[in-house]
């Protein structure tokens, strides 16, 4: 066995699992086959085995993380249903009227699909199959079209119930619970700042979001209300079958998670969207992605395992708690280490590695560890539309009609001004906590 001191350790398995990252290699091979190499060099054949087995096992037998496949069932099955459709179009009469009309449209489906769908390959695909060629055909800039596709789809992994804060929660030893309540209003500040700049720039560059011409929306009042109710019906209902039952504290996040799932089942019949072959697709791609998320969290986890047991863990607490300023320094040595992070590996990576190594410091900071969590959650958003990871610009990248002639470029440009408003979204938290920790304070146990 190799004897090095933990800071050279650390810089070896950090270093090691960025380099297998930026190759290309997949990251559940590389952060597994880094804590297994490093382990066996350091720690032996016998106790790298029992800590990669022990820490893999524990985490797979943690029942809160049943709750992942199921709202990836519920998320799916909702995107074939065929509600997101009905809503763009309920809004399409009600806001096309107004500069940037569309593109706050966008937003709003977003966040309330968000409330459903918590699937951001889902979310972002649905947003620029529905709304996107809409918006471009009607002379809507590319660039913020797109922007609006990509963050508005993104709200569904932090707006209840997310996949998320289902992973989070375990990792930190927080109520997933708590943790939904904690996350919904900082979501709608989000929805509220894409809103409010989509407004203020079309005001200023009219051309950037024109009105939809009058003849294409000349309905008569009660007909666009009794529209919009019947769009808004279905996913209220959901949200309050979910979200509902646990604020109320009627059943826990994951018993809520199978109401949901079979709720979305229902409406996907209620909207003649259901069948057999819907049925096989859904069930399969709940297969995929959940074992995804449970293979990269098992490695991960394995690999936290190695780090703590070679004290890797005492060299970034020392070195975040030495950073300049006191315990803001500290923090934000942690928000800028997360969004770092976020540029290069996916959210499911990031959670299950570090969180387990920097929950433990929101005591030491004096932070409440519900709020400094959901910092954390909020700031991912980030990692979605920053390159060169940013999975949804290359989703809406992907999805994009050939037709609609979308660059990548275009798509970048639009999402940046986004990336600075969940930026202020963070500071806005900061400064008013409760934006935060008012809701979950108000559950009823």
Known sequence: MTELGPETITLILLGSVLAGILLGFPLAYVIGGVAL????ATLGMQSTTQILYQRAYDLVQNYSLIAVPLFVFMGLMLERSGIAEALYDALYLWLGGFRGGLAVATVLIGTIMAACVGVIAASVTMLTLVALPSMIRKG?????????CCVGGTLGILIPPSIMLVVYGPMAQLSVG???MAAVFPGLLLAGLYCLYIIVRCLVRPADGPPVPIEERRVPFATKTVVLLKSLLPPALLILAVLGSIFFGI???????????TAATLLAIAYRKFSLRVLKEV???????GSFVLFIGAMSFALVGVFLVLGCGRVVEGLILSAPGGNWGAFTVIMVMVFLLGMFIDWIGILFIIVPIIAPLSVQLGMDPLWFGMMIIVNLQMSFNTPPFAPAIFFVKGSAA????LSTAEVIRGVLPFVALIVLGLVLCIIFPQIILWLPGMMIK
């Open 402 to 405: 050939d037709e609609l002639h």
């Open 283 to 289: 069930a399969l791609e709940t297969m995929r992605i």
């Open 37 to 40: 190499v490093v382990g066996i």
């Open 140 to 148: 809507y800039d590319k660039g913020m079209a797109a922007g609006t």
């Open 251 to 261: 059943a826990p996040p994951t018993e809520a998670a199978a109401v949901g799932a």
């Open 178 to 180: 708590k943790l939904f």
